[in-house]
Nanobody, 115 residues
Framework: QVQLVESGGGLVQAGGSLRLSCAASTNAFSNSVAGWYRQTPGKQRELVAAISSGGTTNYADSVKGRFTISRDNAKNTMYLQMNSLKPEDTAVYYC?????????WGQGTQVTVSS
């Protein structure tokens, strides 16, 4: 079992930055494929960015060049640096990890970008 806890959400003006963190409860996290998803009311949860255990990354087109995903396996923590935020980035952001055929989710953290 892997427990994930997000932090770092909040309210920011358009053009600003936030850094989200996702802390995992076990060092098995270092062997997982991990990612950040986001969801707004009435819409499906969508992938924002993902990172493999070896550090290979991929991003949704809407955030390329603005967001950076990273992980520190020694700390069992993943990050999402979000720059040049736009009002359309407003959502609940969820941490996700896939490990040995299981998928784990955090509880989510709200990010609100005001115009």
């Amino acid at each position: 079992q892997v427990q994930l806890v997000e932090s770092g959400g909040g309210l920011v003006q358009a053009g600003g930055s936030l850094r989200l963190s996702c802390a995992a409860s076990t060092n098995a996290f270092s062997n997982s494929v991990a990612g950040w998803y986001r969801q707004t009311p009435g819409k499906q949860r969508e992938l924002v960015a993902a990172i493999s255990s070896g550090g290979t990354t991929n991003y949704a087109d809407s955030v390329k060049g603005r967001f950076t995903i990273s992980r520190d396996n020694a700390k069992n923590t993943m990050y999402l640096q979000m720059n040049s935020l736009k009002p359309e980035d407003t959502a609940v952001y969820y941490c996700n990890a896939k490990y040995i055929l299981e998928t784990y989710w955090g509880q989510g953290t709200q990010v609100t970008v005001s115009s």
